[in-house]
């Protein structure tokens, strides 16, 4: 695996690889690596000649900067997991890399911004959308792949990429969990022993859902997800949602796609999940 810091040296490198013509695809994540994020590698493994992943903690996604502080940074046993996992390069930029001073974005992302997260993490949206179009600037990937965990993010990157006609294809990727259904996520390891167990309600409520989804109306199913969930000790509900999967509006009876979406903090852990209710 070869590891890039700057975008000079990996632009170099890949524009080798394309003249080769070899085809890239590309997995951005923030590091702190699971199993979640590695099913991502073993697909673009499976749909691209040679995989980039790219490790970056992106500021500007953050609207809580003690978030962003404790986010953990694990390189060496990231760098560890990805080698195993037989990634071709490693981009892991700083942050005067990835930024100039006094950067200005604002892509105008409309109304799919505001909802859900969006309500909940003002900005972050403009953060995610500002790095991952530098990063796919640098990049240049044919194929993109990023998981159905982060639900709107993935709306919102595909609204860019139509937006802006960028030249890449975006692939989503199913939610990885752990053995008792709990999401996997970078997070995961801020909860303690305690959190860990009421973290289970979020993916208990959604697999309650699933099967019973038939049985009455959206707004008494939301109603009693959330009962399900505020009833709960150490875990405060921020929203749950039962969506058009397309826009993310509350979803009616003649709604096709429909995903419900969940975001909760769990002691000072802030969790999210969703399933597909097709
Ligand atoms: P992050 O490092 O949290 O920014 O995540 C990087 C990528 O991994 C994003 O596309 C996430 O949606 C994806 N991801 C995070 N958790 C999971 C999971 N449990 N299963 C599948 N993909 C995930």
């Not at 979640?36 to 673009?44: E, F, P, Q, V």
């Not at 006094?102 to 859900?116: A, P, R, V």
């Not at 790095?131 to 796919?136: E, W």
């Not at 008792?180 to 859902?209: E, F």
């Amino acid at each position: 695996m070869k590891t890039f810091t700057t975008r000079e040296n990996l632009s170099e490198y890949l524009e080798q690889l394309r003249g080769e013509g070899k085809t890239i695809g590309f997995v951005p994540t923030m590091g702190a690596l699971h199993q979640g994020h590695l099913s991502l590698l073993a697909l673009a493994r499976q749909h691209t000649d040679k995989v980039v992943c790219s490790i970056f903690v992106n500021p500007t996604q953050f609207n809580d900067p003690k978030d962003l502080d404790k986010y953990p940074r694990p390189i060496a046993s990231d760098t560890e997991k990805l080698l195993l996992a037989g990634c071709d390069v490693l981009f892991n930029p700083g942050v005067n890399e990835m930024y100039a001073r006094n950067e200005h974005w604002h892509l105008e992302i409309g109304e799919l911004e505001h909802l859900l997260e969006g309500k909940f993490r003002p900005g972050h949206y403009q953060g995610v959308t500002q790095v991952v179009y530098k990063l796919f600037d640098i990049v240049k990937p044919d194929i993109a792949f990023f998981g159905q965990k982060d639900y709107q993010q993935f709306l919102i990157i595909q609204k860019m990429v139509d937006m802006l006609h960028l030249p890449v294809k975006l692939v989503m990727c199913p939610i990885l969990r752990e053995a008792d259904g709990l999401a996997m996520s970078s997070r995961n390891i801020h909860l303690s022993a305690d959190d860990r167990q009421h973290a289970l309600v979020l993916s208990k409520t959604l697999n309650w859902l699933k099967p019973n989804f038939d049985t009455n109306s959206i707004p008494i199913l939301v109603r009693k997800c959330e009962e399900m969930i505020k009833a709960e000790p150490g875990v405060d509900l921020e929203y749950f949602e039962i969506a058009d999967g397309d826009n993310l509006r509350p979803a009616n009876q003649n709604t096709k796609n429909i995903v419900a979406l969940v975001a909760a903090k769990v002691g000072k852990t802030r969790l999210i999940d969703n399933v597909s209710l097709q």
